[in-house]
Every structure is written in C-alpha cells, then in structure tokens.
C-alpha cells in the first residue's frame, strides 16, 4: 500500500462509442463530472475494460514499494499490444510486437 496517494482514478466507458478525444480532454483537464475514484487495498482485484475506460493511479509517495500485476485478455487471435504501450508497461518488447504493429480490431489510439 502507498504511503500516500495511489488512488485508482476512471472514466467509464468513455470509448463505448469510438475514441471519444473532447470527453478525454475534459477529464484530463480537471473539467469533467465523469471522473470516478476508487481506494483500492493490499491485495484487491479489479476487473475493468481498460480498452474503454480512461483511467490513471494518483501519484505515489513513501519509501514503500508498491507492485502491480497487469493482465490482458482479447477475443482477437494472435492480438498483442502495441509497441510503444507494451514498452511502457513490460519495459521492453518482443519481435511479435513489431511484426503485428498496427493490426488492431479498433482505432484507438493506445
């Protein structure tokens, strides 16, 4: 647990209908009656369509560590993650990732 912040913060479902920028910026830009919080607990599991929900941890403060498992699943054979995000994520990247860039079933932008 952060010794302080590490807030799970969202906007539901604010790609249920396609990219949807004007509603991100606004939750971006502090604008937004969308944004939801969530405390979440040592050893709490959350299940969310993270594909559609904008969502972020508050920043984390203390010496404490903290540790987060993240798991992917899709209905897409052969799907994997887009270069830049799965770097972002796993800290590096496999030659599949690079030979699949761009074969996505949405346009999202990661």
Do not use: C, W
């Not at 540790?67 to 770097?87: C, H, N, W």
């Amino acid at each position: 647990m952060a010794e302080e912040g590490g807030l799970f913060e969202y906007a539901p479902n604010i790609r249920a209908e396609g990219e949807n920028s004007t509603a991100a910026r606004a939750v971006l830009d502090g604008t937004s009656d969308l944004l939801r919080s969530l405390v979440l607990e040592p050893g709490d599991l959350q299940i969310f369509k993270g594909r559609y929900f904008l969502h972020r941890i508050t920043a984390l403060r203390g010496a404490m560590p903290r540790y987060v498992a993240i798991f992917s699943y899709v209905e897409q054979l052969d799907m994997v993650g887009a270069p830049e995000r799965t770097k972002q994520l796993y800290g590096r990247v496999l030659p599949i990732h690079l030979k699949r860039a761009g074969l996505r079933g949405d346009s999202f932008i990661d």
